[in-house]
Protein backbone atom coordinates (compact mmCIF):
# COMPACT_ATOMS: atom_id res chain seq x y z
CA UNK A 1 0.00 0.00 0.00
CA UNK A 2 1.54 3.31 -1.27
CA UNK A 3 0.66 5.90 1.81
CA UNK A 4 0.01 9.76 0.89
CA UNK A 5 2.49 11.99 0.74
CA UNK A 6 2.81 14.56 3.25
CA UNK A 7 6.84 16.17 2.45
CA UNK A 8 8.76 16.88 -0.56
CA UNK A 9 12.49 15.63 -0.18
CA UNK A 10 15.26 17.64 -1.86
CA UNK A 11 19.04 17.02 -2.08
CA UNK A 12 21.32 15.38 -4.39
CA UNK A 13 20.21 12.68 -7.21
CA UNK A 14 15.94 13.61 -6.49
CA UNK A 15 14.27 15.51 -9.00
CA UNK A 16 14.55 19.52 -8.98
CA UNK A 17 11.16 20.06 -7.70
CA UNK A 18 11.61 17.34 -5.20
CA UNK A 19 11.06 14.05 -4.34
CA UNK A 20 7.44 13.60 -2.12
CA UNK A 21 7.82 11.20 0.81
CA UNK A 22 5.58 10.19 3.62
CA UNK A 23 7.34 11.64 7.39
CA UNK A 24 6.15 9.33 10.22
CA UNK A 25 6.97 11.41 13.85
CA UNK A 26 8.55 9.09 16.22
CA UNK A 27 9.94 9.65 19.96
CA UNK A 28 13.33 10.30 19.07
CA UNK A 29 13.10 11.77 15.27
CA UNK A 30 11.47 11.07 12.12
CA UNK A 31 11.38 8.33 9.33
CA UNK A 32 11.26 9.36 5.81
CA UNK A 33 9.31 6.87 3.31
CA UNK A 34 8.88 7.01 -0.58
CA UNK A 35 6.19 7.35 -2.71
CA UNK A 36 5.06 5.78 -5.72
CA UNK A 37 8.67 5.58 -8.37
CA UNK A 38 10.70 7.34 -5.68
CA UNK A 39 14.81 7.45 -5.84
CA UNK A 40 14.55 7.98 -2.30
CA UNK A 41 15.25 5.07 0.17
CA UNK A 42 13.36 4.52 3.35
CA UNK A 43 15.33 6.50 6.01
CA UNK A 44 15.16 7.21 9.99
CA UNK A 45 16.66 10.44 11.04
CA UNK A 46 17.05 11.32 14.60
CA UNK A 47 16.12 14.81 16.23
CA UNK A 48 19.87 14.76 17.42
CA UNK A 49 21.11 14.58 14.01
CA UNK A 50 19.07 17.16 12.47
CA UNK A 51 18.44 21.25 12.00
CA UNK A 52 15.77 22.56 11.98
CA UNK A 53 14.08 25.79 10.30
CA UNK A 54 11.17 27.73 9.89
CA UNK A 55 9.72 28.19 6.04
CA UNK A 56 7.21 29.36 4.06
CA UNK A 57 6.01 33.13 3.23
CA UNK A 58 4.73 33.13 7.09
CA UNK A 59 7.02 30.79 8.34
CA UNK A 60 4.22 28.68 9.41
CA UNK A 61 6.33 25.05 8.09
CA UNK A 62 9.51 23.57 8.81
CA UNK A 63 12.69 22.55 6.60
CA UNK A 64 14.62 19.42 8.68
CA UNK A 65 18.08 19.32 7.03
CA UNK A 66 20.53 16.22 8.04
CA UNK A 67 23.71 14.66 6.36
CA UNK A 68 26.79 16.83 5.17
CA UNK A 69 27.86 17.86 2.06
CA UNK A 70 26.43 16.25 -1.40
CA UNK A 71 24.24 14.04 1.24
CA UNK A 72 22.83 16.75 2.57
CA UNK A 73 18.73 15.96 2.07
CA UNK A 74 16.16 18.67 3.13
CA UNK A 75 12.85 18.05 4.04
CA UNK A 76 9.94 20.47 3.77
CA UNK A 77 7.08 19.90 5.67
CA UNK A 78 3.99 21.72 5.04
CA UNK A 79 0.90 19.64 6.53
CA UNK A 80 -0.17 20.95 9.72
CA UNK A 81 -0.47 17.76 11.40
CA UNK A 82 2.38 16.64 10.51
CA UNK A 83 3.59 19.94 11.62
CA UNK A 84 1.91 19.88 15.34
CA UNK A 85 3.21 16.37 16.04
CA UNK A 86 6.75 17.46 14.93
CA UNK A 87 6.50 20.19 17.52
CA UNK A 88 5.26 18.10 20.51
CA UNK A 89 8.07 15.52 19.96
CA UNK A 90 11.32 17.42 18.98
CA UNK A 91 13.59 18.60 21.97
CA UNK A 92 12.97 22.19 22.63
CA UNK A 93 16.54 22.95 22.19
CA UNK A 94 16.10 22.23 18.37
CA UNK A 95 12.90 24.14 17.97
CA UNK A 96 14.29 26.81 20.47
CA UNK A 97 14.95 29.25 17.19
CA UNK A 98 12.28 28.12 15.16
CA UNK A 99 9.31 29.18 17.90
CA UNK A 100 11.39 32.13 17.90
CA UNK A 101 11.01 33.39 14.57
CA UNK A 102 7.70 32.10 14.50
CA UNK A 103 6.98 34.51 17.19
CA UNK A 104 8.33 37.62 15.35
CA UNK A 105 6.34 36.68 12.64
CA UNK A 106 3.25 36.41 14.44
CA UNK A 107 3.98 39.69 16.32
CA UNK A 108 4.80 41.57 13.23
CA UNK A 109 1.67 40.61 11.63
CA UNK A 110 -0.27 41.05 14.64
CA UNK A 111 0.60 44.49 14.42
CA UNK A 112 0.56 44.86 10.49
CA UNK A 113 -3.24 43.87 11.20
CA UNK A 114 -3.62 46.05 13.71
CA UNK A 115 -2.29 49.01 12.37
CA UNK A 116 -4.10 48.08 8.94
CA UNK A 117 -7.26 47.28 10.92
CA UNK A 118 -6.93 51.15 12.59
CA UNK A 119 -6.55 52.55 9.89
CA UNK A 120 -9.11 51.22 7.40
CA UNK A 121 -11.47 52.09 10.69
CA UNK A 122 -9.94 55.67 10.81
CA UNK A 123 -11.31 56.19 6.98
CA UNK A 124 -14.38 54.51 7.16
CA UNK A 125 -15.39 56.09 10.49
CA UNK A 126 -14.53 59.46 8.73
CA UNK A 127 -16.50 58.67 5.62
CA UNK A 128 -19.60 58.09 7.51
CA UNK A 129 -19.30 60.12 10.04
CA UNK A 130 -18.88 63.25 7.41
CA UNK A 131 -21.26 61.51 5.07
CA UNK A 132 -23.61 62.38 8.60
CA UNK A 133 -22.50 65.78 8.13
CA UNK A 134 -20.90 65.82 11.85
CA UNK A 135 -19.44 68.77 12.14
CA UNK A 136 -17.07 67.33 15.21
CA UNK A 137 -15.24 65.09 12.67
CA UNK A 138 -14.52 68.13 10.66
CA UNK A 139 -13.21 70.13 13.57
CA UNK A 140 -11.08 67.19 14.59
CA UNK A 141 -9.50 66.58 11.38
CA UNK A 142 -8.45 70.43 10.97
CA UNK A 143 -7.40 70.50 14.27
CA UNK A 144 -4.55 68.38 13.15
CA UNK A 145 -3.50 70.49 9.98
CA UNK A 146 -0.62 72.26 10.99
CA UNK A 147 -0.95 76.31 10.24
CA UNK A 148 1.73 76.39 8.06
CA UNK A 149 -0.39 74.21 5.90
CA UNK A 150 -3.06 76.51 6.20
CA UNK A 151 -1.26 79.83 5.49
CA UNK A 152 0.42 78.14 2.57
CA UNK A 153 -3.26 76.99 1.62
CA UNK A 154 -5.04 80.61 1.65
CA UNK A 155 -1.67 82.66 0.76
CA UNK A 156 -1.71 80.86 -2.41
CA UNK A 157 -5.67 81.71 -3.31
CA UNK A 158 -4.72 84.97 -1.75
CA UNK A 159 -2.49 86.30 -4.09
CA UNK A 160 -4.11 84.84 -7.10
CA UNK A 161 -6.73 86.80 -6.32
CA UNK A 162 -4.74 90.09 -5.53
CA UNK A 163 -3.31 89.96 -8.56
CA UNK A 164 -6.88 90.85 -10.26
CA UNK A 165 -7.49 93.04 -8.60
CA UNK A 166 -6.75 97.00 -7.29
CA UNK A 167 -4.74 97.04 -4.13
CA UNK A 168 -4.68 100.11 -2.45
CA UNK A 169 -0.83 100.29 -0.85
CA UNK A 170 -0.88 103.08 1.60
CA UNK A 171 -3.26 106.07 1.93
CA UNK A 172 -5.25 107.04 5.17
CA UNK A 173 -7.66 103.58 4.48
CA UNK A 174 -4.93 101.07 4.79
CA UNK A 175 -3.32 102.61 7.81
CA UNK A 176 -6.95 103.02 9.29
CA UNK A 177 -7.53 99.07 8.76
CA UNK A 178 -3.67 98.19 10.11
CA UNK A 179 -4.22 100.27 13.04
CA UNK A 180 -7.84 98.30 13.80
CA UNK A 181 -5.82 94.75 12.79
CA UNK A 182 -2.95 95.85 15.38
CA UNK A 183 -5.16 96.69 18.37
CA UNK A 184 -6.90 93.28 17.83
CA UNK A 185 -4.40 91.32 16.78
CA UNK A 186 -2.33 92.20 20.18
CA UNK A 187 -5.09 91.18 22.53
CA UNK A 188 -5.24 87.66 20.68
CA UNK A 189 -3.43 85.18 23.28
CA UNK A 190 -0.62 82.76 21.35
CA UNK A 191 -1.68 83.82 18.11
CA UNK A 192 -0.26 81.37 15.68
CA UNK A 193 -1.33 83.50 12.66
CA UNK A 194 0.59 86.64 11.10
CA UNK A 195 -2.67 88.05 9.95
CA UNK A 196 -2.45 89.96 6.68
CA UNK A 197 -5.62 92.45 5.49
CA UNK A 198 -5.47 93.96 2.14
CA UNK A 199 -7.35 96.93 1.36
CA UNK A 200 -9.04 96.59 -2.19
CA UNK A 201 -10.49 98.72 -4.01
CA UNK A 202 -14.12 97.67 -5.27
CA UNK A 203 -17.76 98.88 -4.75
CA UNK A 204 -18.72 95.16 -3.16
CA UNK A 205 -20.10 95.81 0.25
CA UNK A 206 -17.91 93.04 1.92
CA UNK A 207 -14.83 91.50 3.79
CA UNK A 208 -13.78 88.09 4.28
CA UNK A 209 -11.12 85.97 5.77
CA UNK A 210 -8.76 83.38 4.20
CA UNK A 211 -7.56 80.19 5.89
CA UNK A 212 -3.58 81.28 7.41
CA UNK A 213 -5.08 84.83 8.21
CA UNK A 214 -5.36 86.41 4.54
CA UNK A 215 -8.05 89.32 5.12
CA UNK A 216 -10.16 91.10 2.09
CA UNK A 217 -11.75 94.37 3.19
CA UNK A 218 -13.24 96.22 0.19
CA UNK A 219 -13.38 99.53 -0.25
CA UNK A 220 -16.84 99.39 -0.69
CA UNK A 221 -17.96 98.54 2.70
CA UNK A 222 -15.14 101.46 4.27
CA UNK A 223 -17.76 104.17 2.14
CA UNK A 224 -20.78 101.91 3.52
CA UNK A 225 -19.39 102.29 6.79
CA UNK A 226 -20.13 105.27 9.43
CA UNK A 227 -17.12 105.26 11.74
CA UNK A 228 -13.93 103.02 12.11
CA UNK A 229 -15.95 100.75 14.56
CA UNK A 230 -18.04 99.33 12.06
CA UNK A 231 -15.76 98.09 10.19
CA UNK A 232 -13.49 97.12 13.21
CA UNK A 233 -16.55 95.13 13.67
CA UNK A 234 -16.56 93.40 10.63
CA UNK A 235 -12.83 92.81 10.63
CA UNK A 236 -12.65 91.16 14.48
CA UNK A 237 -16.03 88.90 12.95
CA UNK A 238 -13.54 88.22 9.85
CA UNK A 239 -10.23 87.53 12.41
CA UNK A 240 -12.45 85.11 14.68
CA UNK A 241 -13.47 82.96 11.75
CA UNK A 242 -9.99 82.48 10.94
CA UNK A 243 -8.50 81.55 14.86
CA UNK A 244 -11.85 79.10 15.07
CA UNK A 245 -10.33 77.96 11.80
CA UNK A 246 -13.80 77.81 10.05
CA UNK A 247 -12.19 78.69 6.48
CA UNK A 248 -10.22 74.65 6.70
CA UNK A 249 -13.69 73.35 8.23
CA UNK A 250 -15.79 74.51 5.18
CA UNK A 251 -13.25 73.53 3.05
CA UNK A 252 -12.94 69.64 4.43
CA UNK A 253 -16.36 69.93 4.15
CA UNK A 254 -16.62 70.72 0.76
CA UNK A 255 -13.51 69.03 0.14
CA UNK A 256 -15.02 65.70 1.47
CA UNK A 257 -12.91 62.70 2.79
CA UNK A 258 -10.12 62.87 -0.39
CA UNK A 259 -8.91 66.19 1.84
CA UNK A 260 -9.50 64.38 4.55
CA UNK A 261 -7.25 61.69 4.11
CA UNK A 262 -5.03 63.66 2.30
CA UNK A 263 -4.46 65.34 4.96
CA UNK A 264 -4.14 62.60 7.62
CA UNK A 265 -1.24 61.02 5.21
CA UNK A 266 0.18 64.77 5.20
CA UNK A 267 0.02 65.23 1.17
CA UNK A 268 0.10 68.85 1.19
CA UNK A 269 0.59 68.97 -2.50
CA UNK A 270 -2.67 67.45 -2.71
CA UNK A 271 -4.19 69.51 -0.18
CA UNK A 272 -2.94 72.78 -1.76
CA UNK A 273 -3.97 71.06 -5.48
CA UNK A 274 -7.50 70.61 -4.07
CA UNK A 275 -7.82 74.08 -2.82
CA UNK A 276 -6.65 75.87 -6.10
CA UNK A 277 -9.25 73.79 -7.79
CA UNK A 278 -11.70 75.53 -5.58
CA UNK A 279 -9.81 78.73 -6.13
CA UNK A 280 -11.90 82.16 -4.80
CA UNK A 281 -15.03 79.66 -3.66
CA UNK A 282 -13.11 79.55 -0.86
CA UNK A 283 -13.05 83.36 -0.74
CA UNK A 284 -17.17 83.52 -0.65
CA UNK A 285 -17.29 80.68 1.22
CA UNK A 286 -20.96 80.42 3.57
CA UNK A 287 -20.05 79.66 6.95
CA UNK A 288 -22.01 77.61 8.70
CA UNK A 289 -24.54 79.05 11.66
CA UNK A 290 -22.71 77.76 14.40
CA UNK A 291 -19.86 79.25 13.49
CA UNK A 292 -20.94 82.55 12.29
CA UNK A 293 -22.35 82.90 15.81
CA UNK A 294 -18.95 81.73 17.28
CA UNK A 295 -17.50 83.91 15.29
CA UNK A 296 -20.04 86.79 16.75
CA UNK A 297 -19.10 85.82 20.34
CA UNK A 298 -15.58 86.06 20.15
CA UNK A 299 -15.38 88.90 17.40
CA UNK A 300 -17.34 91.04 20.53
CA UNK A 301 -15.32 89.72 23.30
CA UNK A 302 -11.70 90.49 20.88
CA UNK A 303 -13.17 93.89 20.17
CA UNK A 304 -14.14 94.42 24.43
CA UNK A 305 -10.17 93.39 24.82
CA UNK A 306 -8.66 95.36 22.35
CA UNK A 307 -10.95 98.36 24.15
CA UNK A 308 -12.80 99.15 20.63
CA UNK A 309 -16.48 99.73 21.31
CA UNK A 310 -18.06 96.28 20.69
CA UNK A 311 -21.52 97.25 19.15
CA UNK A 312 -20.37 98.38 15.84
CA UNK A 313 -20.83 95.65 13.72
CA UNK A 314 -24.50 95.01 15.41
CA UNK A 315 -24.57 98.76 13.95
CA UNK A 316 -23.39 98.36 10.61
CA UNK A 317 -25.59 95.56 10.14
CA UNK A 318 -29.06 96.95 11.38
CA UNK A 319 -28.51 100.36 9.97
CA UNK A 320 -27.96 98.34 6.53
CA UNK A 321 -30.61 96.68 6.55
CA UNK A 322 -33.01 99.08 7.27
CA UNK A 323 -31.54 101.69 4.48
CA UNK A 324 -30.29 99.29 1.05
CA UNK A 325 -30.20 95.47 1.77
CA UNK A 326 -29.79 95.40 -2.17
CA UNK A 327 -26.34 94.37 -3.19
CA UNK A 328 -24.57 94.23 -0.33
CA UNK A 329 -22.56 91.34 -0.50
CA UNK A 330 -21.75 90.67 3.65
CA UNK A 331 -25.23 89.74 3.70
CA UNK A 332 -25.26 86.91 1.07
CA UNK A 333 -22.02 85.64 3.41
CA UNK A 334 -23.68 86.63 6.73
CA UNK A 335 -27.36 86.88 6.48
CA UNK A 336 -28.27 88.54 9.76
CA UNK A 337 -31.15 86.45 11.13
CA UNK A 338 -33.16 87.69 14.06
CA UNK A 339 -31.98 84.84 16.15
CA UNK A 340 -27.70 86.30 15.02
CA UNK A 341 -28.98 89.75 16.04
CA UNK A 342 -30.61 88.93 19.31
CA UNK A 343 -27.43 86.80 19.93
CA UNK A 344 -24.74 89.53 19.17
CA UNK A 345 -26.98 91.53 21.68
CA UNK A 346 -27.26 89.39 24.47
CA UNK A 347 -23.28 88.96 23.81
CA UNK A 348 -23.02 93.01 24.23
CA UNK A 349 -25.30 93.34 27.02
CA UNK A 350 -22.93 90.48 28.86
CA UNK A 351 -19.73 92.44 28.03
CA UNK A 352 -18.34 94.39 31.46
CA UNK A 353 -18.94 98.11 31.25
CA UNK A 354 -15.79 99.65 30.14
CA UNK A 355 -14.54 102.67 28.68
CA UNK A 356 -13.61 102.41 24.83
CA UNK A 357 -10.89 103.97 23.31
CA UNK A 358 -11.19 106.12 20.07
CA UNK A 359 -8.96 105.05 16.79
CA UNK A 360 -6.19 107.64 16.23
CA UNK A 361 -7.76 108.54 12.96
CA UNK A 362 -10.57 110.47 11.83
CA UNK A 363 -13.26 108.35 9.80
CA UNK A 364 -14.49 111.17 7.71
CA UNK A 365 -11.15 111.60 6.27
CA UNK A 366 -10.92 108.13 5.76
CA UNK A 367 -13.76 108.20 3.50
CA UNK A 368 -12.65 111.13 1.71
CA UNK A 369 -9.89 109.76 0.89
CA UNK A 370 -11.42 106.39 -0.62
CA UNK A 371 -13.80 108.52 -2.73
CA UNK A 372 -10.76 110.59 -3.97
CA UNK A 373 -8.76 107.52 -4.92
CA UNK A 374 -11.47 106.56 -7.26
CA UNK A 375 -11.34 109.86 -9.02
CA UNK A 376 -7.91 109.23 -9.42
CA UNK A 377 -8.40 105.84 -11.02
ZN1 LIG B 1 -18.89 85.35 9.21
Same mark, same amino acid.
Given at each position: MNPTPNALCFGDGLPAAGAPCHVTVSADGLTMAPVGNSPLVEEAIAFTAMSVEAGGLDHDQLVVSWGAGASVRTLYLKDPALIIAFRRAAPSALMAHVERAAEQVRRARHSHRALWGSAVGVVVGLGLMLWFGSDLIVEWAVARIPVQWEQKLGETVYQDFLS????????????????????????????????????????????????????? @???? $??????????? &??? +??? !? %????????????????????? @???? $??????????? &??? +??? !? %????????????????????????????????????????????????????????????????????????????????????????????????
Open positions: KETVLKDGPAVSAVQEMTQRMTAKIPNNPYTFQVSVVQSPVVNAFALPGGYVV @VFTG $LMKKAESGEEV &AGV +LSH !E %LNHVLQRHGMERLVKMMGLAA @VVSI $LVGDQQGLIGL &ARQ +LGL !E %LATLKFGREQETEADVTGIRLLADARIAPDGMIRFFERLSEKDKEGVELFSTHPMSAARAGRLKAELAALPKQTSEPFTFEWKSVQDSLSASELKK
